[in-house]
């Protein structure tokens, strides 16, 4: 038996739950469970911390570990598929779904824990992360842009979506007009909605930020003419046309901070100092009543984190 996690799941429609991988806070990341017909999926994993809740997840649907077909790794970003390895290890019959640019770091790790060591440095890196486990070459599902593949008796199309990262992919939910957009259609934390009215931003973290491939991701997504999206940070979000089109919006503003800055001494600082208040200004807009304290809690990493990333693009020179 599992443990009693039932204040960490979310459910909704067509078989779909939010699990909270328990991520620096509660409510920041969630792993995706996709039920349908007696068979399961993940979509993204969390870390390697995070698997004794996707575990319970099951027990407490009362799924057995063999009846998981798929573990949908959006992209290897450590949060979403750092997870993936030792979630994998419970599950027999499961394959990895993952981008053909990702799946040699799911198979040979190195490079993306010294990546993710470079980004976090090493203490904080083994609290959020602990073990990441390989996954074996032919236990992996490399996925064609386009490609389709059954749970259950649904269709899942899998959707290359550069912009966030060079190797992400969406998963769209043909019969039910949903996506699983991992980080591609931003960040929307529930901490932010005001009435059920949901706040967006973009997540521009290292090392692949590239603004078009983004606006043109976020357009192909929203070509299918969804109902719901189903994001990484964090779950559901449904008012979508204001979604896409604010967050469009906020990858433009971010972008044009970035080469506003290119030249300047202070870029680091700079950068940072004005994206909060950025972000601050649209909370303050949308009607976001908590202080400066609980927002400076809610955004600083991510700050951190896009900054870091529009920095990276300002050097590839791309900007
Ligand atoms: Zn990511």
Redo the contacts with the bound molecule.
């Keep these: 038996m599992g443990a009693d996690i039932s204040g960490k799941l979310t459910d909704f429609a067509a078989g779909i739950t939010a699990i909270d991988t328990d991520y620096v806070r509660p409510g920041l990341a969630a792993s995706h469970l996709v039920v349908d017909g007696g068979r399961a999926a993940f979509v993204d994993t969390g870390t390697t911390l995070s698997v004794p809740n996707l575990l319970a997840a099951l027990a407490m649907k009362d799924i057995d570990p063999a009846d998981v077909d798929w573990v949908l790794a959006t ?1 290897v ?1 450590l ?2 598929a750092g997870g993936a390895g030792e979630l994998m290890r419970h599950l027999p019959n499961a394959r990895c779904a993952i981008h053909p640019r990702g799946a040699r770091h799911l198979a040979e790790p190195s490079k993306l824990i010294a990546g993710s060591i470079a980004v976090y440095g090493e203490a904080r890196y083994r609290e959020l992360y602990g073990e990441i486990v390989p996954i074996e070459q032919d236990r992996l599902f490399v996925v064609g842009d386009g490609e389709r593949i059954l749970l259950g008796s649904r269709s899942l199309e899998l959707i290359h979506t550069p912009g ?2 060079l190797h ?1 992919y969406c998963v769209v939910d043909l019969d039910y007009y949903r996506i699983f957009a ?2 591609t259609f931003g960040i929307s934390y529930r901490d932010f909605d005001v009435n059920g009215r949901e706040f967006i931003f973009p ?1 521009t ?1 290292p090392v692949h930020f590239d603004p078009e491939a983004l606006y043109a991701s976020v357009d192909r997504l929203m070509s299918y003419r969804p109902e719901a999206i189903y994001l ?1 940070h964090y779950a559901e979000v449904r008012d979508l046309e204001r979604l896409a089109h604010e967050l469009k919006q906020r990858v433009r503003a971010f972008a044009d901070l970035g080469r506003r800055h290119a030249g300047t001494p202070d870029r680091s600082r700079k950068l940072r100092v004005e994206m909060y208040a950025m972000l601050s200004g649209w909370l303050d807009e949308h009607g976001f009543s908590d202080d400066g304290k609980r927002r400076h809690w809610l955004l600083d990493d991510d700050v951190e984190l896009n900054c870091q990333g529009i920095e990276v693009w300002l050097d590839r020179g791309s900007a």
Excluded: E, I, K, N
């Design positions: 992209h970003h949060d979403h966030h990262a992400h991992g980080d997540t973290t990484t």
